[in-house]
């Protein structure tokens, strides 16, 4: 015959012994809203941005497919493929130098034809809905106003070329397909590039052919068949559906970080709802001890502790959900222009479905021990637990199993990279089993240390390991909270070295495109006429795509590839190219030999080593490259480590000149100031000298690139931080309740020795003995620990250099020090204010 309670019966014992402020579980509420709210705000934001990319795919891109090439308009043939497919749209890109006055900047010169855009109209600050500028007038970004300090119906300059200022660019509707840009948007008719000089042979443009199905096709098949009919042509196509391939890795990237550290907030917060649960349950000792002397059974118990610990994890799960759903308008505004796409930003159901089933699922599993301890234990045991404390029973493992398989099977169906989120969950299972034989070892060595003749000091090493002691838990907790503090240092430094110490120290100071090989000894004395002391470097600068590679006659086409590695990247479409007799600066032949000066034998490459190990080349391979449409193989004759932070020319293709020398092309050049010559004056009047003798040649100053990089990888810093801060507060609130949980099942403890005469300073110093033991040893743990996470985020996730600045780790790591021990010390407060024969009377 059953006995147990029905549950509608242990819901209103439940709910009688239940607080409506939930006192005892409040713990347990605050991690769970911590956790859940990022998971919801960051599952929204990144699904409405993948939304956003996917939905507006056709308008990012301009149209259902994008062919472009460089430095050479499409043959009739390709355009004929093109436009058999629907509307087209002609136009090019290119890097130009604009003037007004004395001013000038460097832009991103966009010409279009008539029938631009095919899909959506620019929108012009005044609220105008155009498209391409009429003859003589252009488009302008609000950027390129400002530095030239322009307004509509103003002149300005295009290498010779008159335009009228029509309109101010408030919304370019395929600006995020564009790509990296050295400067602000102008918008000119597609016949005022050859009109300036611009598109001559050599030139460094783009042409983009643009087609617009009439209904609606499969742009992926129309992409492959163009491949597939012109595979030596060296195009780069776009389809709809990756309209914007940069953002789509970005935002996929970025996503995943932000949910691992949802996660990360979520597990650590896991600790807590431990402690939080089997404090409540010590608190409500007595209840369940009386429950079963009146004949309540195991199940009963279960029942009615399970379904006050639900209570509280729905609040807390819910409260996270609207508080995720509050923060999402004021996550979207901080990350500002990290946002790939103007999103709808808004709650995103299966994100908040599923953060909602972490939380929940967390909370069972991390509860599921304590709860199984009272449910499986006589009353008698229960009123012994301030000196026994009983064991997990094994039956305690089943809702963990299964909760952890349910977490498991929910991430891996649910990322994009299911095989990151494995190695994290795993990650965490390991620190977590660290933490624990950690703890473990501490106990026992604590047990088999030499008995100190300090009283206190004896005494406060026997709280480690006597029964009953929370060790383990402060093990877990301690560790983890000063691991995230290591880690959100380590993370911190790094970005902020990468971003302002290792580029700027060692760039030039211009950038020159374009310019003709003819005129370099006009350049040269033009620059040393206001900057003397200047030094130069020129190189040849030209694109082609890589059309195969591998050994001769068993040559691997590119065309062929369904998946290109990370490291392969010069694989994807046209790539700059150059020549050079001479070993390149900041580079160093690693195998093989270079070529001879004035060499004359077969034609030769040298090739970077890690695209070399990435697609598998050997020397003596052959490689084939389209340049201007046309095929040429080359043998491999070595590789170069190349200096990527140099920020001068890297070329991961350097020819010999017998090679690729006689196809047209212009130079490029870099500009380094000697550092007397560095100033305002100088610098302008070396630029206004510059773009008066060459006005077809770009002029890029470097200081303006680093300031917009800086700004950029500032956002992106503080968007990690703010993230990475979510598990840091979740490790603070765990340690917070690890610390209360142990303050608990101290009182018996301080009471005895109340009684047996300790003063209150002696209390104080048996709580900073025990607790500063075990900080200093979880100190250097938590070291090596936030360590190697910070360089698992930092050089696997993003990809930069590891660069933490240890003094700022160490004293961010002693804060976390100092923390833990006034928060220990603040904790024992109350117990030094208990009286001893008040607390008597109720153990």
């Known amino acids: 015959m059953n006995t147990n309670l029905p549950w509608p019966t242990a819901w209103r014992i439940a709910r009688r012994d239940l607080s409506a402020r939930f006192r005892g579980l409040r713990l347990l509420i605050a991690c769970l809203f911590l956790g859940v709210g990022a998971l919801a705000a960051i599952g929204s934001l990144t699904g409405a941005i993948r939304d956003g990319l996917a939905t507006q795919g056709r308008q990012i891109l301009g149209g259902d497919v994008e062919a472009s090439v460089w430095q050479r308009p499409l043959t009739p043939d390709e355009t004929a493929f093109l436009a058999a497919r629907g509307a087209l749209t002609t136009g090019a890109r290119m890097q130009a130098m604009l003037g007004h006055g004395d001013l000038t900047a460097p832009i991103e010169l966009k010409a279009v034809d008539d029938r631009w855009p095919l899909v959506g109209r620019l929108v012009l600050a005044d609220g105008r809905r155009v498209g391409a500028p009429p003859p003589g007038t252009a488009w302008l970004a609000e950027g390129a106003a400002a530095r ?12 010779g070329q008159p335009l009228t200022v029509g309109g101010i660019i408030a919304d370019e509707p395929d600006r995020l397909s564009e790509g990296f840009a050295l400067g602000p948007t102008v918008i000119v008719g597609a016949d005022v590039p050859a009109r300036a000089g611009l598109t001559t042979p050599g030139a460094m443009y783009r042409t983009k052919v643009r087609v617009a199905c009439p209904h609606a096709c499969d742009a992926v098949a129309v992409a492959d068949a163009m491949r597939a009919r012109f595979p030596t042509a060296g195009l780069s196509l776009k389809t709809r559906d990756k309209a914007a391939p940069g953002a789509e890795n970005f935002v996929a990237h970025m996503g995943d970080f932000l949910v691992l550290v949802g996660l990360a907030a979520l597990l650590i917060a896991g600790i807590g709802i431990g402690g939080g649960t089997a404090s409540y349950l010590e608190a409500r000792r007595a209840s369940i001890a009386t429950l079963k002397v009146l004949g309540a059974t195991g199940t009963d118990i279960a029942r009615i502790t399970l379904l006050q610990i639900a209570a509280a994890a729905l609040v807390g799960s819910f409260a996270g959900l609207a508080a995720g759903m509050a923060a999402l308008p004021l996550l979207a505004q901080a990350i500002g222009k990290l946002l790939p796409v103007a999103a709808a930003i808004r709650p995103d159901l299966p994100a908040l479905l599923r953060a909602a089933a972490y939380g929940l699922l967390v909370a069972l599993v991390f509860a599921a021990p304590p709860l199984a301890q009272a449910r499986r234990f006589p009353a008698m045991a229960l009123f012994r637990a301030r000196v026994a404390a009983p064991d997990t029973p094994r039956g305690a493992l089943i809702p963990v199993a299964l909760g952890l398989a349910a977490i498991l099977a929910i991430a891996l169906l649910s990322s994009p990279s299911p095989a990151l989120v494995l190695t994290f969950l795993g990650g965490a299972a390991a620190l977590f089993a660290l933490l624990g034989l950690l703890g473990l070892a501490i106990r026992r060595l604590a047990a088999r240390l030499p008995r100190s003749r300090h009283a206190l000091v004896r005494v406060g090493l026997a709280n480690l390991h006597r029964p009953g002691a929370q060790t383990g838990r402060l093990v877990t907790a301690i560790g983890f909270g000063l691991s995230a503090f290591v880690l959100l240092a380590v993370v911190e430094t790094s970005l902020d070295a990468n971003i302002a110490a290792r580029v700027p120290a060692r760039a030039p100071d211009w950038f020159v495109l374009d310019l003709p090989p003819e005129r370099l000894p006009a350049f040269e004395a033009t620059v040393h006429a206001t900057a003397p002391a200047a030094h130069i470097r020129t190189v040849p600068a030209l694109r082609g795509a890589i059309l195969a590679y591998g050994p001769e006659g068993a040559m691997i086409r590119v065309a062929d590839l369904k998946d290109i590695p990370d490291d392969a990247w010069a694989l994807k479409g046209e790539r700059g190219l150059t020549y050079s007799d001479a070993i390149p600066e900041g580079n160093a032949v690693t195998a093989g030999h270079w070529w001879p000066a004035h060499y004359t034998g077969p034609p030769l490459v040298s090739v970077d080593e890690k695209f070399a190990n990435a697609v598998g080349l050997h020397l003596g391979d052959k490689l084939t490259i389209g340049l201007l449409g046309v095929e040429r193989t080359v043998t491999v004759a070595a590789f170069r480590r190349i200096d990527w932070d140099s920020f001068g020319f890297n070329y991961v293709l350097v020819f010999s000149p017998n090679a690729i020398a006689d196809a047209p092309h212009k130079l490029a050049a870099t500009i380094a100031l000697a550092p007397a010559e560095r100033t305002p004056q100088t610098r302008a009047a070396l630029l206004r000298n510059l773009t008066r003798a060459f006005p077809a040649s770009s002029v890029i100053e470097v200081g303006n690139l680093l300031r917009d990089a800086r700004a950029l990888l500032d956002q992106m810093s503080t968007a990690i931080l703010s993230a990475a801060s979510v598990a840091v507060l979740a490790g603070l609130a765990v340690l917070v309740g690890a610390i209360a949980a142990a303050r608990a099942s101290r009182l018996y403890d301080n009471v005895i020795l109340r009684v047996l005469g300790a003063g209150r300073a002696q209390l104080l110093v048996l709580q900073l003995v025990e607790f500063g033991a075990l900080a200093l ?48 010390l603040g904790g024992s407060l109350p117990l030094l204010r208990a009286k001893p024969a008040e607390a008597l009377r109720e153990l």
């Open 777 to 824: 040893i979880l100190a250097l743990v938590a070291l090596l620990l936030g360590t190697g996470l910070g360089w698992l985020v930092i050089v696997h996730q993003f990809q930069f250099a590891f660069l933490p600045d240890w003094p700022r780790v160490l004293a961010v790591l002693g804060a976390g020090l100092g923390l833990t021990l006034a928060f220990a």
């Open 148 to 159: 030239l300090s322009v307004r509509v119906g103003d002149v300005v300059m295009l290498s």
